[in-house]
């Protein structure tokens, strides 16, 4: 029986199951995406440092990002990007498919389901949005809803070669263990800010995307 535990712990029924009642329901969160303070963000392990040095984090910049959870046999995966190496912000960096909140998007569940079809070409109609972790304020000043949602097999990718260089996934497994965590720095603003990295293979996920992974651990994991 344990074992037969241990296999099932990482697909995605589990993590459905243990989402139920402890994420925050897919209504549109938008009044309190930009009037709630943020309670997670990139500066978590780095209490000493505060969000207000830079100049962009006090304004309210909406965004929302889709964690996608790809229903792979026999385990779960995690679906993610790496943006083109000429883009003026985050040029290389892997994340989430994701973006600023428009005018016409009614709820932030729409924006990352509408980001993630513009940018990787995954439909809405595969995509089961089951919940949204806390708020995540980043240091160039988004407040961001990460969207936890249940993706079907059997979609098409069709990145959008203007924003996204590849389309990638990392086991559920390798994400959600916390060994595979590690801290590391680099110099900031004449300090040392400390964050997340989570090595895959040869990509370096770290920063805002591995900071929301952290936390999708610690709600449901840890």
């Known amino acids: 029986m344990e074992n037969m535990v241990r296999e099932q ?12 009642g402890v994420l925050t329901p897919p209504a549109d969160r938008r009044k309190i995406l930009v009037d709630e303070p943020p309670r997670r963000s990139d500066f978590d392990l780095n209490p000493g ?7 962009l984090s006090d304004e309210k910049r909406p965004a929302a990002v889709l964690i996608p959870i790809i229903d792979r046999r026999p385990e779960a995966t995690i679906l993610l990007t790496q943006r083109t190496a000429h883009l003026r912000s985050h040029a290389g960096q892997i994340s989430f498919p994701g973006g600023r909140m428009e005018e016409g998007d009614i709820s932030p569940a729409h924006t990352a389901l509408r980001e993630t079809n513009e940018e990787t070409g995954i439909e809405a109609d595969f995509v089961d949005v089951i919940g949204f972790l806390e708020s995540y304020q980043t240091s160039t000043g988004f407040r961001v809803a990460p969207a936890v949602g249940i993706v079907s097999a059997g979609f098409t990718l069709e990145p959008d070669s203007g924003e996204v260089e590849d389309v990638f996934e ?6 959600m263990c916390s060994q595979n965590h590690e801290l590391h720095s680099r110099p900031w603003q004449g300090s040392r800010r400390y964050y997340y990295a989570m090595p895959y293979e040869d990509r370096y996920i770290w920063g805002a995307t591995a900071g929301m992974l952290r936390n999708l651990y610690d709600w449901l994991y840890r």
Not at 49 to 55: C, E, V, W, Y
């Open 9 to 20: 712990a990482f697909t995605a029924a589990d993590l459905r199951r243990r989402a139920e």
């Open 49 to 55: 440092m505060d969000p207000a040095r830079d100049a």
């Open 170 to 175: 990392v086991p559920l497994r390798f994400l």
